[in-house]
């Protein structure tokens, strides 16, 4: 879920930039780091508009930019991650559950069925003690076993085997 919070404090909090320029902005926490779960935001960033109108025949890109941001706690753990294929009468899911400390996140993934790759998902992030589902397309209905391949934090490929589960 998306809320605001005031947990963090931002510096500068507005700012204006020229074309070309750089701004540097600090984050602080407000609280102690936590224990044993990171803890997990998304900083956005959106230009507010000058009020200046294109000029005739153009258009002007508004900019905005979510970038995420992870607090680790004290005890530094590692992702627990358990994974499963769910298939029932309304289709098939996956659904990954991170019992440990950190997040984990996946890039470029893509779901082969067999030899065959049946869904593409541009990255995969499940947070630390959390759970994430991810439709999946009419294909997998009656997989017996799927495959993610994908590349990790590290740029190394991670190759993954779900065994289907029916849903209750």
């Given at each position: 879920s998306r809320a605001e919070t005031r947990e963090l404090v931002l510096n500068p909090p507005i700012f204006k930039l020229t074309a070309g320029a750089q701004q540097l902005v600090r984050v602080a926490s407000r609280s102690a780091p936590p224990q044993e779960a990171e803890r997990a935001y998304r900083l956005v960033f959106d230009e507010v508009p000058a009020g200046q109108q294109a000029s005739s025949g153009g258009f002007r890109i508004r900019v905005s930019m979510d970038i995420p941001l992870y607090v680790e706690p004290v005890v530094l753990s590692s992702a627990q991650l358990a994974w499963r294929l769910e298939q029932g009468a309304d289709g098939a899911r996956l659904i990954a559950t991170n019992s440990?400390?950190?997040h984990f996140r996946l890039r470029d993934v893509r779901v082969h069925q067999g030899t065959e790759a049946i869904h593409a998902i541009p990255r995969?992030?499940?947070?630390?003690?959390?759970?994430?589902?991810i439709d999946l397309p009419e294909t997998a209905k009656n997989a017996q076993v799927l495959r993610l391949i994908g590349q990790?934090?590290?740029?190394?490929?991670?190759?993954i085997d779900i065994s289907a589960a029916r849903a209750q």
């Open positions: 440990g400390g950190r995969i992030v499940v947070l630390a003690k959390s759970m994430l589902a990790d934090d590290a740029d190394q490929p991670v190759s």
